[in-house]
C-alpha cells in the first residue's frame, strides 16, 4: 500500500495545497492520501489570529473531500508539543507496517529538509516528493535531490506541475477585505464565512447568491432596491456601504417562512416571541432573520442587529440600523404610499426627521386599521421625536396615514 502524506498548517487549506495534492496523486498512484495539520509547526510560529485546532482541522476535512481517496487526518492535533515530521512518519510506520510513505513537499522545505528535527529518519521513512512551488528552480531542485540521495540514501521524485501561486499568507490577508474566494474551495471558503475565521467578509455576489435562494421571486427586487439604497445612504453618511449592503442583501432571509415555519426558526434558535410577534408574523422575519443571518452566514453583531430592528426599529438605534430601517421602507421599488417621498428626502439630509416620520407613519397607519401596534414602533417614534426636539428641530409635517 503507498499512503501519499501532505503536512502543513492549512491555515486555511487552499487551492494551491489541493493542486499539488492531485499533480502527485496523479503521478504516485497512491492508495491512500491524508492531509495532516500541524498542531505547533516546528519552523515557524501560527500567526496571530489563528483558527483554534478544530476550524483548521474541519476546513483540512472539507479540502481533501475535493479529492479522490483523500481524507485529513488527526495524528498531529492528538500529540501534544512540536509537529515534528519525524515523529508523525514514525507513528505511520506503526500504524501501517509494510506501507510505502511518500512525503509531499515544496521546494523551499526541500532545501532545507536538513535543518530539520531527526531528517534521517524522515528520509528512512518515507520517500520524498517534490513539488515546484515556483517555475525556475529546478535546478536548485535536482542538485539538492542529487545531495540527499547521496548522503541518506534518500528517495526523492521530482513532480512536474503547473502550480497555483498563491499562499495562506495572501488569502488570509485578502479576506478581511471581501476578496480571495477564487483561491478556495466551495465548502472552505463558506465554512471560513460561517465562522468568520480571519476577519473574513463575504463577497458580496457569492452572499447575494446564497441569500436570494432563501427568498420568493417576487422579493428579490426589494432586497436588490434595499441594498442599494442602504449603500447610497451609507455613502451619505459615513458608514461602511459594504457593511450596509451585506444587512440590506440578509435583511429578509426568513420571510419567506409562514407562521409554523417562522416558529420553527425561533424553537431553533431558541428565540421567545413577544405576543405582538405572535399575533403579526409579519414581525417575526426580523428576530429569526437576525438569529439566521449569524449561524448562517456568520453575520456580527452590528449586521445582525440591523436585521433584527429592520421593522420596528428601536429607540437609539446605531447609524447601521438606521440605514437599513429607513433602506427598508424608501427602496425604489417600494409601492407608494403617502409619506414615502417625504421620508426619502429626508433620509439623505435629516436622518433622525426619517426616522421619526417613518415610525410616526408605522405608528398612524397601524392604528388607523385597528392592528395591534409593537410597543418597539411606538418608542422608536417618541425617542427621535424628542431627539428632534432637543436639538431645537421640528418633525417633518405629515398628514397621512
Not at 323 to 328: E, M, N, Q, R, S
Request: with cysteine; charged share 25%; aromatic share 8%.
Amino acid at each position: 500500500m503507498r499512503i501519499l502524506i501532505y503536512g502543513g498548517s492549512f491555515n486555511p487549506p487552499h487551492l494551491g495545497h489541493i493542486r499539488s495534492v492531485q499533480t502527485a496523486a496523479a503521478a504516485l498512484a497512491p492508495d491512500r492520501t491524508l492531509l495532516i495539520p500541524a498542531n505547533f509547526p516546528p519552523h515557524k510560529p501560527l500567526p496571530e489570529g489563528t483558527p483554534v485546532p478544530l476550524h483548521r482541522f474541519a476546513m483540512t476535512k472539507l479540502a481533501a473531500g475535493e479529492i479522490p481517496g483523500c481524507e485529513a487526518s488527526e495524528i498531529e492535533l492528538c500529540r501534544e508539543g512540536p509537529s515534528y515530521t519525524a515523529d508523525t512518519l514514525r507513528q505511520l510506520h506503526e500504524m501501517y507496517p509494510g506501507a510505502e510513505l511518500v512525503f509531499l513537499m515544496g521546494t523551499d522545505m526541500l532545501l532545507t529538509v536538513e535543518g530539520w528535527y531527526a531528517p534521517e529518519v524522515i528520509m528512512a521513512l518515507a520517500r520524498l516528493a517534490v513539488f515546484a512551488r515556483e517555475t525556475g528552480r529546478e535546478g536548485e531542485i535536482e542538485t539538492q535531490a542529487a545531495r540527499l540521495r547521496e548522503r541518506y540514501g534518500a528517495s526523492v521524485t521530482v513532480l512536474a506541475g503547473q502550480p497555483v501561486t498563491v499562499s495562506s499568507t495572501e488569502v488570509r490577508s485578502l479576506l478581511p477585505r471581501r476578496q480571495g474566494r477564487e483561491y478556495l474551495t466551495e465548502d472552505v471558503y463558506g465554512y471560513i464565512i460561517r465562522h468568520r475565521l480571519y476577519g473574513a467578509k463575504p463577497e458580496l455576489a457569492w452572499l447575494r447568491e446564497r441569500a436570494y435562494v432563501c427568498l420568493k421571486p417576487t422579493r428579490v427586487e426589494h432586497v436588490r432596491g434595499t441594498e442599494a439604497m442602504a449603500r447610497a445612504l451609507a455613502e451619505r453618511w459615513g458608514a461602511d456601504p459594504e457593511d450596509a449592503a451585506e444587512a440590506a442583501i440578509l435583511h429578509d432571509c426568513t420571510k419567506k417562512a409562514d407562521r409554523d415555519g417562522q416558529l420553527r426558526i425561533c424553537e431553533k434558535y431558541d428565540i421567545i416571541p413577544d405576543k405582538w410577534e405572535l399575533e403579526n408574523e409579519e414581525l417575526l422575519h426580523a428576530k429569526t432573520g437576525a438569529a439566521f443571518a449569524a449561524a448562517e452566514f456568520g453575520a456580527p453583531g452590528p449586521i445582525a442587529d440591523a436585521i433584527r430592528w429592520h421593522t420596528t426599529g428601536r429607540p437609539d438605534m446605531t447609524l447601521l440600523e438606521q440605514i437599513v430601517f429607513l433602506a427598508d421602507a424608501i427602496e425604489e421599488h417600494r409601492k407608494p404610499y403617502p409619506a414615502l417621498e417625504a421620508i426619502r428626502k429626508a433620509a439623505f439630509s435629516d436622518l433622525d426627521a426619517a426616522v421619526e416620520l417613518c415610525a410616526r407613519r408605522t405608528v398612524e397607519y397601524v392604528r388607523s386599521r385597528g392592528l395591534p401596534l409593537h410597543p418597539d414602533t411606538a418608542r422608536t417614534r417618541e425617542f427621535y421625536l424628542k431627539k428632534l426636539e432637543d436639538r431645537g428641530a421640528a418633525p417633518i409635517p405629515w398628514d397621512g396615514p
